[in-house]
């Protein structure tokens, strides 16, 4: 894609009849990155082969060439393999690191963007690089678009979403497959442009901090009248980054001031607490 330092070769995901194909097209083209966003198996169907070695220290064979599973990493959402690429007696061997992730639904999005834009910070920005889901056209599309707009933001270019789609439809047909992944472009783009346009510390980077960004989460969702749930938010937080808000002292002043936030948004919200509360004694509630 013209604006993206990258370079992508879309895929549909091998089959038992195409993994031989596959392979010879990673050794041909000395890819050293392959992105898989499926599990093998989705919904009782078939999405993927599994085209490399289960264990580390195993190997296999597929035509030509030997692929041998060198270790396996993990984090919450991906699972990182590193294999070695051999073709018989050929001293030229590669290494090849195989990035799965593990929780984006067929014809649908990840329930946040910022695992996406983990994911496109782990893909090196030198060499081609493979990438599959299970048609190679849904999922596999809505990432190279995102990448595509946020090396155009980095740069400082005009980005119009609908243009790129069209441009990556010309290359590959169905690129993005449906509304929501054309909506989750623009709102992980946004989740860029939200985490990028600020710095926050304080010393461990924990308590003052997830303190500050969970108020700020709060209060994005107040001003857009969506539901707010404090509790969520924070163990959300804490999912990415542990120990964020780090006593009760800090959770309730993420309470006091969403409060004061409101407070300054409603005129009348004394008289809404009093009513409030005399709606609760009437009605007889404990607890």
């Not at 992105?35 to 064979?61: A, F, I, R």
């Not at 497959?177 to 472009?185: M, P």
């Amino acid at each position: 894609m013209e604006g993206c330092q990258r370079r992508y070769i879309a895929t549909q995901g091998p089959l038992e009849t195409t993994i031989g194909d596959f392979w010879r097209m990673i050794y041909q083209e000395s890819i050293k990155t392959i992105v898989m966003l499926c599990k093998l198996v989705e919904n009782g169907k078939v999405k993927c082969s599994q085209y490399w070695p289960d264990l580390p220290g195993t190997h296999k064979s597929f035509s030509i060439l030997t692929i041998e599973n060198k270790g396996i990493t993990t984090e919450r959402k991906f699972t990182v393999y590193n294999l070695r690429v051999s073709k018989g007696d050929d001293k030229n061997s590669m290494n090849v690191k195989l990035i799965q992730m593990c929780d984006w639904p067929d014809r649908a999005v990840p329930t946040s963007g910022y695992a996406v834009l983990r994911l496109i910070r782990m893909i090196p920005t030198k060499g081609a690089c493979v990438i599959h889901c299970s048609a190679g056209i849904g999922r596999t599309g809505t990432i190279v678009a995102i990448d595509t707009i946020l090396q155009r933001l980095w740069n400082a270019r005009k980005v119009n979403v609908k243009d790129i789609v069209v441009e990556m439809r010309k290359q590959r047909c169905a690129s993005v497959q449906n509304e929501a992944q054309y909506i989750f472009i623009f709102t992980t783009a946004l989740d860029y442009i939200r985490v990028s346009a600020c710095v926050i510390h304080c010393s461990a980077g924990i308590g003052r901090t997830g303190t500050i960004v969970a108020i700020d989460t709060i209060l994005q969702r107040l001003w857009n009248a969506r539901k707010v749930n404090v509790k969520d938010i924070v163990v959300e937080m804490r999912k990415q980054r542990c120990a964020s808000v780090q006593n009760e002292a800090q959770y309730i002043f993420i309470f006091t001031t969403a409060l004061d936030y409101i407070r300054a948004k409603l005129p009348n919200f004394a008289t809404f607490v009093d009513d409030f509360h005399r709606q609760v004694a009437k009605a007889n509630i404990i607890g």
